[in-house]
């Protein structure tokens, strides 16, 4: 992992790796995530934590995130993806995607996934081509939320 003396954390290309904005585990009566910024490696298979990748004691409070994915991503894995929530103007986590052609939330092929095969729609995939694409852990309507994605010409 590198870090480049923005706050954004940056990992090698190729391969498989692990991004953590905050802590692998924490304990305490209220763990409080920062706002982080994960950037996938191209070429790679990258699994995200924007804040805790395991959690005991009280209920999280989790930071603002962005997830930002570039041409070539990989298939990366998002697993604590939070939604913005207006009853409490927790203004929720973000998915940048940068890309060499303008974008916009209609370009996106996006699909509800059943990813422990129970029957039960509980994420969803953005499949940008046959190799690349995002998995959202723990959000089945991703197709509902335009609000979350910001599109970045490169």
């Not at 930002?68 to 207006?86: E, R, S």
């Not at 986590?93 to 996934?113: C, G, R, V, W």
Request: net charge negative; glycine share 12%; no cysteine.
């Amino acid at each position: 992992m590198l870090i480049d003396g923005t706050g954004r954390t940056r990992v090698p290309s190729g391969g498989t790796n692990v991004l953590i904005g905050d802590a692998v585990q924490v304990t305490g009566q209220e763990p409080t995530g920062g706002n982080d910024t994960l950037i996938s490696a191209p070429h790679t298979n990258d699994s995200m934590w924007g804040d805790f990748q395991s959690v005991s004691g009280g209920p999280p409070h989790f930071g603002n995130d962005t997830f930002v994915f570039g041409p070539h991503n990989g298939n990366d894995i998002i697993n604590d993806f939070q939604l913005p929530d207006p009853q409490t103007s927790f203004a929720g986590d973000i998915i940048e995607i940068d890309s060499k052609k303008p974008m916009t939330f209609a370009d996106l092929n996006i699909q509800p996934l059943d990813t422990n095969n129970d029957g039960i729609l509980d994420s969803s995939v953005i499949q940008f081509d046959p190799h690349d694409s995002v998995t959202v852990l723990g959000i089945p309507n991703l197709t509902d939320h335009p609000e979350v994605f910001h599109f970045v010409l490169i």
